[in-house]
């Protein structure tokens, strides 16, 4: 039990298809993050939610749209996807706070294949 | 910019063998260093952290000293064991203007492969 959950692990969507990943943690945290990992590049930080207000959208196109409805859960929606989108999606959380060493908690991941 | 760079792999050991993966760091300010680690098939786990200049984190045998003159972050451990295979990342994090902590930045990882 890592204190944050990903659902579902695996996901194959067409690229026509509206799927979403849902994340919920257990730490009592205030923010959380959605991560993507391809192979041989380095982890992406897509979407930073602080206190259910979201803070940081690096770039990420629109066909990927977060919803951090409170501060336990958040949600991936995905729609008209890509090939290239095909990765691993990781969910984290944290605790901000002014102060050094802060920590990341994350979820096993959505492993998502678009056909 | 904030930046990390640590060595390329795959790194492929026996097992009992000495590791060390390189990591050094481009960053204005003070920033916190980490090791975060991803076995096969989950999430990132906090391995060690340090969070000025000379700490030194440690954590299942594993080590790395915080070294401000060479901005690096070595990870090492005197004997590793099969189970130790995974993907070692190297991150930092740097304080904003506000003081807040600003986001993990993440080195490309670095798959280790040990041997019985």
């Known amino acids: 039990e890592t204190g944050v959950t990903q659902t579902p692990r695996h996901l194959v969507m067409g690229m026509t298809n509206k799927k979403s990943l849902k994340c919920e943690q257990h730490?009592?945290?205030?923010?959380m993050y959605w991560y993507k990992q391809s192979a041989k590049k380095p982890l992406e930080l897509m979407f930073v939610?602080?206190?259910?207000?979201?803070?940081e959208n690096n770039s990420v196109p629109s066909r990927f749209s977060p919803e951090c409805p409170n501060s336990s859960h958040l949600f991936l929606h995905l729609h008209t996807l890509q090939p290239e989108d095909s990765a691993l999606y990781l969910c984290?959380?944290?605790?901000?706070?002014?102060?050094?060493?802060?920590?990341?908690?994350f979820g096993n991941g959505t492993r998502l294949t678009v056909t | 910019g904030n930046s990390v760079t640590q060595m390329e792999g795959p790194v492929t050991l026996s097992e009992e063998a000495f590791l060390t993966i390189n990591c050094t760091y481009t960053?204005?300010?003070?920033?916190?260093l980490f090791w975060y680690v991803q076995y096969p098939g989950e999430g990132l786990q906090l391995l060690l952290k340090?969070?000025?200049?000379?700490d030194k984190g440690s954590n299942k045998g594993f080590e790395a000293t915080y070294r401000k003159e060479t901005t690096s972050f070595h990870l090492e451990k005197g004997s590793v064991q099969v189970s130790d295979s995974a993907v070692y990342f190297c991150?930092?994090?740097?304080?904003?203007?506000?003081?807040?902590?600003?986001?993990?930045?993440f080195g490309k990882g670095t798959k280790l492969s040990v041997k019985p």
């Open positions: 984290a959380s944290s605790q901000v706070e002014s102060k050094r060493g802060m920590a990341l908690h």
């Open positions: 730490l009592g945290h205030n923010a």
């Open positions: 939610y602080n206190f259910k207000e979201q803070t």
């Open positions: 960053a204005t300010g003070y920033p916190s």
């Open positions: 340090a969070t000025k200049a000379d």
């Open positions: 991150a930092l994090t740097a304080l904003n203007y506000g003081g807040s902590q600003g986001n993990l930045i």
